[in-house]
């Protein structure tokens, strides 16, 4: 590639290399850095100023021989462009850049480059091969998408089928670049848009495969675990539709040099250790392997362990491969079998015998294992490892060989083995893969290597890129023809493309006397060697061909200047290669194996021919060489000889006519980097790529021509700004033509086409910066007259202000001044009033003072007077006791010292006697003395004792007289004695009171004292707790702020909490809500997915029946039963097998006999007896399932919900079987009855007669006991849940509905003598009814008993959850109100299935009770007539039906219309399939046909006729079914029937009797109740079929709305000028310019009208046609999402304004449609979410918190997917960094979501049909002639 700037000879440099421009200068690290010029370039400089983007300043010298100047860089907003040919300057630099700039910032593998997608290895798995993704690219244009392998390969489909040519995907890159994955998408791709789900298989056999080609041909190397090996070409094969059916592998180069040779770091083929992995399994144990270190084959590398590899689990893997490809186990194990020997052989050891020979030494284990592998002997093969056999002419011999020969001859022998292992098992795939049918088309996808250099490189390197050169030159000449096609086609003037002709490298490869040729010249001789044919190569090419160079320090080398660089190959080993050869001894050794296996015999079976190349090594395979012709005689010797390179040769020229033959498509793969690390970008590894796979040559050729392309409309709308008003014509060409001859002076540079514009590389970003001059140039003046307007409007402003202000401030300064001489006069006044109250108040004060002052000093001196006569008095008082005081004490103390003296004396005296009394008690005469006067003091005292005694006992006589006297003494003395007590106490009171009184005194001047000093010490107690006080009251004013602050606080808190409570609470509710109308929502949706399964599957019924009936074409004699049309329980197929069968037996009536009825009887008898046991069954059952209920409802509600719904559904299917069966029965009845009056003529037993009376008793009775076994069994659920008082009711309103009815009945009947009759009749009647009710009630009583002990438990249950509502009253908030919320929940749905089954209960019995009441009469009815004597049979039948026929004549049975039968298929015919919808609609009341259809069902109810019930019903759903079939496709028709599906459905409901469904009817409505037949069967299977219609029209609608929605969505310009038109690539994308024929905004809005309209006079339900416009606006919504996730040019500012105002007309459309409440615009959240995204800040923190909260619809891989491809389109706009992506990829990390990129566009929203009660009177309806149904007859 030139390094001279493209532009520079096209304008003056000095344009463009002005300063601030940015350039690429070349770098040895990043190979290209980017700078910016500080200074003007002029012409002359010998270098430039430049600053690189790390601020450093550098001078770049310019080379002084070109002159050229470096490359200018793109603007911005075409960097990251989707095709590098859309970039302004084409040059390697920005090639480079933009691929890393889409790789690593926006994560974007994928580039187109014209017509090469360029796929760069992220090494991580991305979520972008998903089927979503596969069908959003299916039936897209190659440009309108973004770059993807599946838009490679839809472009290779479509021009499949488009141009019936066949297909090819080249898919080229190095080691570890992604080729196998890219390949395997590619057909992943084919098998999903095939359509053949059948034939889908073949792309899994081809994926089954993988693990088996993987094991044998990938290994590890330097650059990749699991490198391939070999190259291979898969054709899939189509048929005439274009369904897979078949595929073929082809495969190349496989590297045979691996089996014994592998480098440092590298590995052997991974099934050589997936052998040794598994070694120890027992049916290995004969392979006798060991680890891979044991061989020498396998750890030549040093690595034989790949991280995260299991090779045991590996080799499970590729066995179960072999099977699934029908590899049996025997040749499975012969395989493995074949490769242990190889193992072995490489074991081997070969020693010198002497310098010309070897030998291996005797008993060699791995030979010997060798050997018994192979079921060969071992001297055999030990002998002719060391020898070959040598023939010349004359004779034969043997002769040795020596070591290193006898070592390559062994390793021949293994990669030779290894080599025919590989093509067997490659035939087998192919085997496994190939088509039953005949190939129609087919696309091949080649994956193969791409161009190699290392440092290296041998003959394996040079096939390679020898196959490179050719493919390389066969892309340029595709390219070339590509870019010449187009020229043609626009009709400019051509002109040769100067473009790289690689043909003189293939020239020197391949031509005579090139590389190959004299290599296999050299191959030939005997002695020749590697430096011989190095000689010749010099000899011959190195003077005459510039592109052979050889080596300066080697002779042993040659160089080679390929496409893509020069490569140096090193000619050791060619001549061996080449030669490939095996010792034929040793074949034939091996042919005579002793082992009996047919692998053996396969692999060496074609020996003959060939025992030298294989094909499969590394010049390919066998197969794929190029087929021999008829061999000749003494041909075989030649063929024989073929090298490697010469059959290498042939299959290159066989794969590249294939190429030629077929359109080529381009996948060039790039790996980023060495390393493996994901989305690093490593630019020397990749600029190595780029210029090896040819991307850069395709860039050099797009740029030596007109590379820039554009429409007329958009460099119109582009360029606008540079026009002029008058430069602009309505000739859009002309207008351009003008224009750019003015801005571009040289014509050379662009080319006008027939509908592009053509320019040279440079001139686009010419143009780019004329319009953003002019924009500049604009913005300027517009900033100039704004700042104009802005400052003038602020000078006004200003001035306005200060004149305003200058107003209001001298009139605030003059009131100032008024005011100021206001309050000055005020102030004198105010003064002189103040002054004078001052003076006067101060007089009074002073007046006062003295008053006081003299009040208080009289009071003080009359109080000090007061005091002072008190001092005295109380001085005297003191005085006066205080001197009598000393008085006493002076007397005590005196009398105190005399009794001393006294005392004193006394003992002094006392002392003296006692000393002499001792003195004279010492004497013995004293004591006698003593002693005589004793003993006469002792007499004299006895006497004296005497005497007492005796006065004693007078005086004792004379006490006592006195003891009396004085007891009365005593008294009167007492009395006394008190009294003076009394006056002793009171003066002593008085003198106590006294000393009291004085010690009180004293006691108050101390406390006076006291108290002083206590009342000062409490006045500084009192002071310092005053200020205690102070302090703590203002602390405790503080705390209680405190306290009121956390009061309000709590309270606060106290609300929010209770706030969030209830917001929580409201919001759980919400939630459970919520989650239940989901579980509803999904069980409709999958309820109505099975619907259209089942729809499906009986479209696909009758087209196989329509087939068959066409193949065999013979009418079948006899009556063709109608396909009856299936509901969820099966109902119609009873009904149209009832149909059936009563036609059937209507037919042969007249042949029934006496026989069949009694057999008709007893069949009742038993069936009646089955029902009975059934009902017992089904009684226990529900018990069963009653219990169940009642446990599963205290475990878990939504269990509970379950079960209860699993419970009624099999209840209703029983009792709907009941039902059917009873049905079935009564008409079993009535025909035998029928049958029974039709021979009653002719037989014995007549009416009247005895057998005739038993039989009709018998059946009677049977009918009756079937009526009431049916009512028990429809009212036995509601007996389990009702309550004593509903019991009661219902008893009630039974006894009291009788007589009513009867009464009723009495009163219509008009003829007297019928009255009396019919009263009879109704009296015994009545009385038989009543004995049956009795006895019935008493069974009810019975089981009432049973139901109450039930009811005991239940309410047992229900206190135990009681209790445990209370324990959940315990637990904490949250989880209190999730329980109560749980309880609520489960209390009101039982309560409303209670109130449900109640009326259901009431609404049944009485239902029937009048359909026994109606019975019972015709019965009477019946016996009656059938008594009269002699009447004829004719009049006994036409008397019998009169009393039927008279009810039914009355005003009453209004709103009918009667036909006959033989009419109804005319009515099916001329109402449903031949009615056109546009008549109806528009002249016709909405719903007429539903009207007819149910007016006409009323009178077949009316006449109780069920077969015409039926077979009405069944016509008229199957004719709605076949007309859908056939018109599906029009809205209208699809429309029309869906309104009338649901009118007849809401007739039904409506008329049905059911209280629920009558609650808005008129009385006269009521009245026209059906009276005979529920149809609430029928109502499920019309609800299934409106289901299926409503699916049928969003499919239609879907149809329609899919090409507008993308086009006006997105790329139409609804408001002109926002969006601007980048330069685009090749690839065109659909211009966002609307030409003629292009679908806008407006054609959607007109669409959804005229859908809104026809649905509107059709009559379908406002809630329905809300429910379509919602489905309409999620699919509007999700495909313009989709869209937008996979086209980067979508994404930007002013697209996301596009969409918001698109969004915004279709919310007004919803506005001017009143249906903005339908949950339509909810469905374009994600859209408008997205829109906003691309218009909101997307640089800080900020702005990324503000994202996730208002992104909260779109997921985080959809937010990463339009950041990433986030795209400015304008220079103001900035792109996102890498940075912000990952900030908000963090915070949105924790958020629970699916991983799924796309929305699924086929989602369609459960529909639900609210009941819509019509008010229209059924009898007013007019039927108009147009429909052609003049046979009806209104009633």
Not at 1510 to 1526: D, E, M, P
Not at 1667 to 1690: E, H, P, S
Not at 1795 to 1809: A, C, H, S
Request: aromatic residues 8%; charged residues 30%.
């Amino acid at each position: 590639m030139e390094k001279g700037h493209d532009s520079s000879s096209s304008m003056a440099a000095s344009e463009l290399y002005t300063k601030f421009a940015r350039v690429w200068i070349p770098d040895a690290e990043e190979v290209w850095k980017s700078a910016e010029l500080t200074k003007n370039y002029k012409h002359g400089d010998k270098l430039l100023h430049l600053t690189l983007e790390d601020g450093t300043n550098i001078e770049y010298n310019l080379d002084e021989k070109t002159k050229n100047l470096p490359h200018l860089r793109n603007p911005d907003i075409l960097v990251g462009e989707n095709d590098l040919t859309a970039l302004s300057y084409l040059h390697e630099p920005a090639v480079l850049h933009n691929l890393k700039v889409r790789f690593t910032d926006s994560k974007l593998i994928y580039t187109y480059c014209g017509i090469v997608l360029v796929a760069i290895n992220p090494y991580e798995n991305l979520p972008i091969y998903g089927s979503d993704i596969i069908n959003a690219y299916s039936g897209q244009n190659m440009g309108d998408m973004d770059p993807h392998i599946f838009a490679v390969a839809e472009e290779a489909y479509k021009q499949m089928a488009r141009d019936e040519r066949n297909q090819s995907i080249i898919v080229s890159g190095e080691s570890g670049a992604g080729k196998t994955v890219s390949a395997k998408y590619a057909m992943r791709y084919f098998a999903t848009v095939s359509g053949a789900a059948t034939e889908a298989n073949v792309e899994e056999k081809v994926l089954a495969s993988n693990p088996i080609m993987e094991a044998i041909g990938n290994a590890k190397t330097t650059r990749n675990d699991n490198s391939s090996r070999f190259g291979k070409y898969i054709e899939i094969g189509f048929d005439k539709r274009y369904r897979i059916i078949g595929a073929n592998m082809r495969t190349y180069l496989l590297e045979k040099s691996r089996v014994v040779f592998q480098a440092d770091e590298e590995r052997n083929y991974h099934i050589f250790y997936q052998l040794c992995a598994s070694s120890h399994l027992p049916e290995f144990k004969n392979l006798k392997l060991g680890g891979a270190d044991d061989f020498h084959c396998t750890n030549q590398g040093g690595s034989p362990v790949i991280d995260g590899v299991d090779d045991s689990k590996e080799m499970s893997t590729t066995r179960n491969a072999f099977s699934l490809l029908g590899i049996n186990e025997q040749n499975q194990m012969g395989l493995f079998q074949v490769l242990a020997a190889i193992l072995h052989l490489g074991n081997v050891e070969i020693k010198d015998r002497d310098s010309d020979s070897s030998a291996i030494p005797p008993n060699n284990r791995h030979l010997q294992v060798f050997c018994e592998l192979m079921g060969v002997t071992y001297q055999d093969m030990s002998h002719w490892l060391c020898h070959k056999k040598l023939k010349t002419a004359q004779e034969t011999y043997i002769k040795p060989i020596p070591r290193m020969q006898a070592s390559n001859a062994r390793d021949a022998l293994a990669k030779h083995i290894y080599a025919k292992v590989f093509s067997w098992i490659v035939d087998h795939v192919n085997q496994s893969l190939r088509a039953s049918v005949k190939q129609h088309s087919f696309i091949g996808v080649l994956d193969i290597y791409g161009f190699e250099t290392f440092e290296v490189n041998s003959f394996e390197q040079f096939c390679i890129n020898y196959a490179n050169e050719k493919l390389q030159q066969q892309f340029n000449m595709h390219v070339f023809k590509l870019e010449q096609e187009e020229y043609l086609k626009e009709q400019i003037p051509w002109t040769l493309i100067d473009f790289y002709d690689n043909q003189p490298c293939i020239n020197l490869i391949e031509a005579k006397m090139g590389v190959l040729d004299l290599l296999d010249e050299e191959c030939k001789m005997p002695k020749g060697s590697d430096d011989s044919w190095a000689q010749k190569l010099y000899n011959t090419h190195l003077k005459t061909c510039t592109l052979f160079e050889k080596p300066r320090m080697s002779n042993k080398a040659f160089i080679i200047q390929h496409f893509a660089d020069k490569v140096e190959y090193q000619c050791e080993g060619f001549l061996e290669k080449n030669k490939d050869t095996v010792n034929e001894e040793q074949i034939n050794v091996l042919k005579a194996s002793k082992l009996k296996l047919d692998l053996l015999v396969e692999l060496f079976q074609d020996e003959e021919k060939a025992t030298s190349p294989t094909g499969t090594t590394t010049g390919g395979r066998t197969r794929l060489s190029v087929k021999p012709k008829e061999v000749r005689p003494g041909a075989s010797s030649k063929e024989h000889k073929k090298t490697v390179g010469c059959q290498f040769r042939n299959s290159l020229a066989m794969l590249m006519e294939t190429l030629n033959a077929t359109t080529p498509h381009y996948v060039r793969c790039i790996k980023p980097n060495d390393l493996k690390f994901p989305f690093t970008f490593d630019p020397k590894r990749a600029v190595q790529q780029l210029r090896a796979c040819g991307v850069l040559e395709t860039i050099r050729i797009s740029a030596a021509g007109f590379p820039s392309r554009w429409t007329y409309q958009e460099f119109f709308s582009r360029y606008r700004v540079l026009m002029k008003q008058k430069d602009v014509l309505s000739d859009r060409r002309l207008t351009c033509r003008n224009v750019l001859e003015k801005l571009v002076q040289d014509q050379d540079k662009y080319q006008f086409g027939k509908t592009k514009i053509f320019f040279r590389a440079g001139q686009v970003a010419y143009l780019e910066k004329l319009r953003a001059d002019k924009l500049r140039q604009a913005c300027v003046r517009i900033q100039k007259t704004i700042r104009c307007w802005l400052v003038r409007k602020k000078y006004l402003r200003k001035k306005h202000a200060a004149m305003t202000i200058q107003r209001y401030t001298r009139g605030h300064q003059a009131r100032c001044l008024v005011k100021f001489m206001r309050r000055t006069r005020a102030a004198i006044v105010i003064q002189k009033f103040q002054r004078m109250y001052v003076q006067r108040k101060l007089y009074r004060q002073k007046q006062a003072a003295a008053l006081v002052m003299q009040t208080i000093l009289r009071a003080y001196m009359a109080r000090q007077k007061y005091q002072g006569l008190l001092r005295n008095h109380k001085a005297v008082f003191i005085q006066k006791h205080v001197r009598g005081w000393l008085a006493r004490q002076r007397y005590k103390r005196s009398l105190r010292a005399i009794v001393y003296l006294q005392c004193c004396i006394r003992r002094m005296k006392a002392k003296k006697e006692l000393k002499k009394l001792k003195i004279e008690a010492r004497s013995v005469e004293h004591f006698k003395k003593l002693n005589v006067g004793m003993e006469n003091k002792i007499m004299q005292l006895q006497r004296k004792i005497d005497e007492q005694t005796k006065d004693n006992r007078l005086i004792s006589e004379r006490l006592n007289g006195l003891e009396t006297s004085h007891a009365l003494e005593s008294e009167k003395l007492k009395i006394e004695v008190s009294k003076l007590k009394g006056i002793e106490e009171e003066a002593k009171n008085n003198a106590n009171r006294v000393t009291s009184l004085l010690e009180e005194l004293e006691r108050l001047r101390k406390d006076l004292t006291t108290t002083q000093k206590e009342k000062k010490t409490i006045e500084d107690w009192a002071t310092k707790y005053r200020d205690e006080m102070e302090q703590m009251v203002a602390e405790l004013k503080e705390e209680n702020g405190l306290l009121k602050t956390e009061k309000n606080d709590l309270n606060r808190m106290i609300k929010e909490q209770s706030q969030q409570m209830t917001e929580k609470m409201a919001r759980a509710l919400a939630e459970e809500t919520h989650q239940l109308e989901s579980d509803l929502n999904e069980e409709r949706s999958r309820y109505q997915n099975l619907l259209t399964e089942h729809l499906r599957l009986e479209e696909r019924y009758d087209d196989l029946k329509e087939e068959i009936t066409l193949s065999v074409n013979v009418p079948k004699a006899g009556h063709r039963r109608t396909d009856s049309t299936h509901s969820s329980n099966g109902s119609e197929c009873t009904y149209n097998s009832e149909f059936a069968e009563s036609e059937e037996s209507s037919r042969h009536g007249e042949d029934v006999t006496r026989g069949m009825d009694t057999s008709l009887t007893l069949k009742l008898q038993k069936r009646v007896t089955e029902l009975e046991q059934e009902k017992s069954s089904l009684r226990n059952e529900l018990e069963n399932r009653e219990e169940q209920f009642q446990r599963a409802r205290a475990r878990d509600d939504e269990e509970h919900r379950k079960s209860r719904g699993a419970e009624l559904e099999y209840e209703s299917l029983k009792r709907q079987e009941l039902d059917s069966e009873n049905k079935k029965l009564k008409h079993d009845l009535t025909a035998m009855r029928q049958s029974l009056l039709g021979n009653a003529g002719a037989e014995a037993g007549a009416p009247g007669s005895a057998p005739y009376k038993v039989l009709v008793d018998q059946l009677n009775t049977l009918c009756e006991e079937l009526e009431v076994r049916k009512e028990e069994v429809l009212i036995l659920r509601s007996q389990l849940v009702s309550q004593k008082e509903a019991m009661q009711h219902k008893d009630e309103k039974e006894t009291m509905t009788e007589p009513l009815h009867y009464a009723e009945d009495v009163h219509n009947m008009k003829d007297s003598g019928a009255i009396t009759q019919a009263y009879l009749s109704l009296k015994e009647t009545n009385r038989l009814l009543e004995g049956q009710m009795q006895q019935q009630r008493r069974s009810y009583d019975n089981d009432v008993e049973v139901l109450r002990g039930e009811l005991q438990s239940l309410k047992e249950e229900n206190n135990r959850q009681q209790q445990l509502l209370a324990q959940n009253l315990q637990l904490p908030p949250e989880a209190r109100i999730e329980a109560s919320l749980q309880h609520e929940i489960t209390r009101l749905t039982n309560e409303n299935l209670d109130l449900m089954e109640q009326l259901e209960k009431q609404d049944k019995t009485i239902r029937k009770l009048k359909k026994q009441l109606k019975v019972f009469s015709k019965k009477i009815g019946e016996m009656g007539a059938g008594q009269g004597e002699s009447v004829s049979p004719g009049q006994m039948v036409e008397e019998t039906v009169r009393p039927v026929n008279i009810p039914r004549r009355e005003k009453d049975f209004q709103g009918m219309l009667e036909y006959k039968q033989e009419d109804e298929l005319k009515l099916v015919k001329n109402l449903i399939l031949e009615l056109k919808p546009r008549g109806v609609a528009v002249n016709l009341i909405p719903g007429l046909p539903a009207y007819i259809l149910f007016m006409c069902l009323r009178h077949a109810d009316y006449v109780n006729d069920d077969q015409k019930v039926r077979t009405l019903l069944t016509s008229t759903i199957n004719s709605i079914k076949k007309i859908l079939k056939k018109r599906g496709d029009d809205f209208e028709t699809v429309s029309f029937w869906l309104s009338n599906t649901c009118r007849f459905l809401h007739c039904l409901k409506q008329y049905s009797g059911d209280e629920s469904f009558m609650k808005h009817n008129t009385p006269k409505q009521n009245e026209h109740c059906l009276s005979n037949f529920d149809l609430a069967e029928y109502r499920q299977v019309l609800s299934d079929l409106a289901i299926q219609i409503y699916q049928q029209l969003i499919k239609c609608m879907e149809n329609i709305l899919q090409p507008m929605i993308v086009s006006g969505m997105l790329e139409h310009e609804t408001i002109q000028g926002v969006s601007g038109v980048k330069p685009t690539g090749l690839r065109k994308r659909t211009s966002s310019i609307a030409d003629e024929g292009t679908y806008t905004l407006e054609s959607i809005l007109r669409q959804l009208s005229a859908f809104h309209s026809t649905m509107c006079q059709h009559g379908t339900d406002p809630e329905l046609i809300k429910q379509v416009v919602k489905q309409q606006f999620y699919i509007i919504g999700a495909v313009t999402l989709n869209n937008l996730l996979l086209r980067k040019d979508m994404c930007s500012w002013s697209k996301g304004m596009q969409i918001r105002y698109n969004v915004s007309q279709l919310e007004e459309w919803l506005r001017d449609k009143s249906l903005m409440m339908c949950g339509a615009k909810e469905t374009l959240e994600p859209l408008i979410q997205a829109a906003q995204l691309l218009q909101v800040k997307k640089k800080t923190d900020e702005d990324a918190e503000a994202i996730c909260s208002l992104c909260n619809c779109l997921s985080t891989a959809q937010i990463v997917k339009v950041l990433n491809l986030y795209t400015p389109v304008n220079e103001f706009e900035e792109r996102v960094s890498v940075a912000f992506i990952r900030t908000i990829q963090t915070r949105l990390r924790d958020r629970c979501e699916t991983p799924q990129l796309l929305m699924d566009t086929k989602v369609i929203y459960p529909v639900t049909f609210p009941f819509n009660p019509s008010s229209l009177a059924l009898e007013s309806i007019q039927i108009p002639g147009s429909l052609n149904l003049g046979f009806l007859t209104r009633v």
